[in-house]
Nanobody, 124 residues
Framework: VQLQASGGGLVQAGDSLTLSCAAS????????MAWFRQAPGKEREFVAA???????IYSESVRGRFTASRDNSKSTVLLQMNRLRPEDTAVYYC???????????????????WGEGTQVTVSS
């Protein structure tokens, strides 16, 4: 299984950015997919998870601003980020797992597969 996140960059507060996670070596529809982020000096934190059904849950800090989606036919997961804030600055990672249960969607320990991150920097 390989996951490759892309789409990060330097933007200004209030801007939008879309991250993409390309998955290979797996049948995407069988996996729960998630996004996490890690800011300098901080622990990795949950951002969003997308169930096999396509329904998504979000952390409170991004709910209403970020939208996660998946396209199983393209083996791709997206994270649309709107109204970005300086506190959204972090390295963003996508993760996948076949067995994670709903109550554990937000735990990084639940995911067996991780991609390399993509840097998002939001200037004020």
């Amino acid at each position: 299984v390989q996951l490759q996140a892309s789409g990060g960059g330097l933007v200004q507060a209030g801007d939008s950015l879309t991250l993409s996670c390309a998955a290979s070596g797996l049948t995407l529809r069988a996996y729960v997919m998630a996004w996490f982020r890690q800011a300098p000096g901080k622990e990795r934190e949950f951002v969003a998870a997308i169930a096999r059904s396509g329904s998504a849950i979000y952390s409170e800090s991004v709910r209403g601003r970020f939208t996660a989606s998946r396209d199983n036919s393209k083996s791709t997961v997206l994270l649309q980020m709107n109204r970005l804030r300086p506190e959204d600055t972090a390295v963003y990672y996508c993760a996948a797992d076949r067995q994670v249960i709903y109550s554990s969607y937000s735990s990084s320990n639940s995911y067996a597969h991780w991609g390399e991150g993509t840097q998002v920097t939001v200037s004020s």
